[in-house]
């Protein structure tokens, strides 16, 4: 996950972030050894997980959303979570992807206009409809500077951020990406609302709440304009493409789990409860 995530900066990475060229031979080699493994690895657990959800593909993505919509680390969040604990957790979890805006100007390449129009809507938004101050990448900065965020070295949160590397780098899996976002958007609203609850009740900084506030107010739209006015016009055009669709979604679903109910945030959670009121 460590080489892998190195590897998705030099492609996807902040502005001259490295003079390294992304597509050297000695790192298209190791970014397609460990990719295959990888894949391999993600696959294995398809059939069982797809086999739990409807067969129509917007159905299935409306159902993996509910069903972890809520992890219980998000309740501990906004009801129990002292002043370190809180920080400590955001910086495990790194926001509903502070880099979204950049996924979704990579995922529009080559969509149908009814779909591409509606990423456009999305961007837009990511953009803080042309408010510099309101740019969401620019609301995380402010995030991680009020509240001194860490770098987190976790292998769960290293894979959760690098299944969509993994996606947003390799043209062929451009279906599972449209769906791994759309699961993002669909879950992001009430997750966002539960941080801005635990932030008021700490009395975080000022700084620190607009971006998980922007989040809880716009995703739930977003999240229903990407199954009408993305997914829905690619399943139209490309009727055999859903499935795919679908297991960007449980890709991503797999690995939010494999952060939320891991050790780390499992330790976390019972570090921060000792002695709190039951």
């Known amino acids: 996950m460590r080489c892998l995530s190195l590897i998705y900066e030099l492609h996807n ?56 919509r809520l992890p219980e680390v998000y309740v501990w969040v906004a009801k129990h979570a002292d002043h370190a604990g809180l920080v400590r957790f955001l910086s495990l979890e790194g926001g509903p992807d502070a880099g979204f ?47 001194q965020l860490e770098s987190v070295d976790d292998e769960s949160t290293l894979a959760r951020s ?46 620190a709440v607009p971006f998980y506030e922007v989040h809880a107010e716009v995703d739930p739209r977003h999240g229903q304009g990407w199954m009408d006015n993305a997914i829905a016009p690619v399943l139209d055009e490309y009727p055999g493409i859903g499935e795919r669709i679908v297991r960007g979604a449980m890709w991503r679903s797999r690995t939010n789990a494999e952060l939320f109910s891991g050790p780390a945030v499992a330790a976390l959670m019972a570090t921060s409860m000792e002695g709190a009121p039951a």
């Not at 391999?40 to 993505?61: M, N, T, V, W």
């Not at 780098?169 to 976002?181: C, D, F, V, Y």
Request: glycine share 8%; with cysteine; charged share 20%.
């Open 13 to 68: 990475g902040k502005f001259c972030h490295s003079s390294w060229p992304q597509h050297h031979p000695v790192v298209a080699r190791w970014k397609w050894v460990l990719e295959r493994q990888w894949l391999d690895e993600l696959a294995a657990g398809d059939a069982e997980h797809r086999a739990q959800l409807p067969s129509d593909p917007i159905a299935a993505l409306r159902a993996l959303a509910a069903r972890d």
């Open 101 to 147: 805006d950049d996924l979704v100007a990579i995922c529009q390449l080559g969509l149908p206009a009814r779909a591409k129009m509606e990423l456009a809507i999305n961007y837009w938004d990511e953009m803080g409809n042309g408010d510099p101050v309101a740019v969401h990448t620019y609301l995380h900065e402010q995030l991680s500077d009020a509240l």
């Open 162 to 207: 690098a299944i969509l590397g993994l996606l947003a780098t390799n043209r062929a899996l451009q279906p599972e990406l449209l769906g791994a976002l759309g699961l993002i958007e669909l879950q992001a609203g009430p997750r966002s609302r539960m941080v801005v609850q635990g932030l008021a009740r700490i009395g975080a900084p000022e700084e």
